[in-house]
Structures are given as C-alpha cells and as structure tokens.
C-alpha cells in the first residue's frame, strides 16, 4: 500500500480492502458475500479480495467479479473476514477490523480471543457472538443482510406438492450435530400424530439423502411412542435460488434447534419471507427473527468433529433446546394455524436487513473511525 494511512479515493469516500471466503457458497461465505454488495449498496468504495479452501470454484457474480478488478492501492482500512487465527496486522491500514462468527458461549478454550485482540476492533453479526468474546478491544455488532427483492418472488420456482394444503415447519441447515436436528425430530414426531395435518420440511446439506432419511428413522425408533409416524420431506443438496425461495414460502414455520449460531441467514430468510420462527434461547436469532425463543439450557459441547480441533470441544459450553418446551411451541403455532391466526409480514422490520441499510450501517461505523 503505497499510499497514507489517511489516503481517500477522488470522491472523499473511505477505501476499504475487504477479504474473505465470499466465493465458496457457504452459508459463512455468503455472509461476506453480501457485507461486500451491502457496503457497495451504501456508496462505500470497498475492493473486495477472495480466498477459498476449495480446489474449484464456481463463482458467477457479476457486481463483485466488477468490484474485484479495483486496485487496493489508498485503502484505509482491512476487513478480514476470515477465520481469527488467520488474522494479520498491518500498520499501513488506518484500521484493521476481524470479522468473528462464534457458535458456543465461550472461547477461552481455543486461540481467537488472542487473536482477535491483535485487530483495531472486531465485529461480529450478533450479540450472542459479541458475548462469547472476552477482549479488551472495541466489539461492534453488525447484521448480516439480504437482498430482499430475491425474496418477493415466491410462484417462479418449483413447489412441493406434499407441502400444499397442510401446515408447515421447515428446517434448513447442514448435516452437522451443532444443528441439532435431533431434537427437532424427538419433538415434532412425539408432538404430531400421523393423522394430523402438519409437515416437517428438512432441506439439508453435507450428506446423502439416504443418510439424512435414515438418521430421521433411527430417532423415529428410539421414540417409541407410535406405530405410524408422519414420513419427513427431506431435500439434501443445493436448490435453485428460485426453488429455495418458492419452496420456503410454502412453509409456516421455521424452526432453528441449534446448539449455537452466530447469526443464522435461513432464519433471517425466513423473516423476510413473513415465517413465524422458534429457535434456541440465546444463540443470536432473537436479534432479528420474529416469533418465540424456545428455553434452552447450557452443555459441555460434544460431537462437533467437523470443525477445527480446538473448537466445540466439551470445555466449552453451548445451548440445548428443551424438547418438551420446543413441543408446546410447535403445537401452539399449529393451533394458531388452524384458528386463522397467522401473523403479517412487517415491512419495516424487514427492511432493517437489506443491503441498504445495513450498508449505511457499516458506512456510519467507518466514519466513526475516521473522527
């Protein structure tokens, strides 16, 4: 960076150098992928640079493909969206700010703490995540955002015929045990009979179907509690953009039992869609979703062997949904349903989570710094 600290582009506009994983079309990456198009949105002259833990990517957006070919030369501050032990200081930068998503209640156990306290500041996407962090350094909440006119078209794509005419809950998330899908099944399957109309919609990634079918019958035998059960709609897999929103839209209800999340970006979809949400108590949806946060208590963390070695292990803690609690929620929005009860969409509290707004939010923290 041959320029000063304090060099401006031609329009008097903060330069930002923005790194991260935007094109692995992870729900992580497409976190950074839309901090980069809000901050674009916002007038912000930010030059976004890519890294990938994948041999090949398939990359097709064109606003930041354009983004990309800006110089990074007069940039006044990083943004490194990155994991925190991957951190790196540069005093040419006016500022360097971390990007931190945490999923358990406590870091102390792992390195990120030290990490993240080499940066200037550090934001996070929620307050559970600003909590999990014990360092000395500035910690600023910013949201993950959307672009919400992808979500106003709910007819193009593909529908699910099983999911018409009945009452839906929906979970979408990856194959993993920090999700919790478990629990979810324990308490829909012992909840529902077979008979009623209701639905249990898993879109899932990061494991055959057969796999994710099998793990829904294991549980449904270890219940117990019936003969029959109602049989899961189960997608594993990648859907068009327009079959993911039709299909989401067919839904009532979307449920998150995770053990830990940083922000969650299907809760937020399913927000901008006008879904009631339910969720664990504590893990960060209640930053934005509307509907109920189920009573959760905390655990040693175990099973979360498919991430780094020093994280989610049993010295730390996470949150576990109460089944029994998470049932009679289930069973009160079902009831609401079959009253007619079903809540409107809010217009203004959606908006909160566009690229705009989110992107004059990250604006207003940058010229924070510059005074």
């Given amino acids: 960076m041959g320029e000063s600290k304090n060099a401006k582009n031609r329009n008097g506009v903060v330069k930002v150098l923005y790194i991260g994983n935007y094109k692995d079309g992870t729900g992580w990456g497409d976190a950074a992928l839309n901090n980069i198009i809000a901050m674009d949105a916002a007038g912000i002259d930010v030059v976004p640079r890519a890294i990938t833990y994948k041999d090949n990517v398939d990359f097709h957006n064109s606003k930041v493909l354009e983004l990309e070919k800006k110089d990074a030369d007069g940039c006044d501050v990083c943004i490194q969206h990155v994991l925190p032990h991957l951190y790196s200081y540069n005093s040419a930068f006016k500022r360097n700010i971390g990007f931190l998503a945490s999923e358990t209640l406590d870091l102390k156990y792992s390195n990120w703490n030290y990490y993240a306290s080499i940066m200037d500041e550090i934001w996070v996407p929620s307050n559970a995540c600003k909590k999990s962090l014990d360092i000395t350094k500035p910690v600023h909440v910013i949201p993950h955002s959307l672009d919400i006119s992808e979500y106003e078209d709910t007819e193009s794509g593909n529908k699910i015929e099983n999911l018409i005419g009945s009452y839906n809950f929906v979970f979408v998330g990856e194959f993993i045990e920090r999700k919790n899908l478990k629990d979810l099944l324990r308490a829909f399957h012992t909840e529902f009979k077979s008979w009623e109309n209701v639905n249990l919609y898993i879109k899932t990634s990061g494991a055959d179907l057969s796999i994710v079918q099998n793990f829904c019958n294991q549980i449904k035998r270890g219940l117990k509690v019936s003969e029959n059960y109602k049989e899961e709609i189960i997608i594993s897999g990648k859907l068009d953009k327009k079959d993911y929103v039709s299909t989401m839209a067919q839904c009532h209800c979307f449920v998150m039992p995770s053990h830990g999340e940083a922000f969650c970006i299907p809760a937020l979809e399913a927000t901008v869609l006008g879904l009631q949400c339910l969720w664990t108590d504590g893990i960060g949806v209640e930053d934005f979703a509307v509907g109920k946060a189920v009573?959760?208590?905390?655990?040693?963390?175990?099973?979360?062997?498919?991430?780094?070695?020093?994280?989610?292990?049993?010295?730390?803690?996470?949150?576990?949904?109460?089944?029994?609690?998470?049932?009679?929620?289930m069973r009160r929005c079902f009831e609401e349903y079959k009253r007619n009860e079903l809540k409107t969409l809010d217009e203004n509290h959606v908006q909160k989570y566009s690229h705009e707004y989110v992107g004059n939010m990250i604006k207003q923290r940058l010229e924070e710094v510059e005074k």
């Fill in 295 to 329: 009573e959760s208590y905390q655990e040693p963390c175990f099973g979360g062997v498919s991430s780094l070695r020093n994280l989610y292990t049993a010295k730390n803690k996470w949150l576990t949904i109460k089944v029994d609690k998470l049932q009679q929620e």
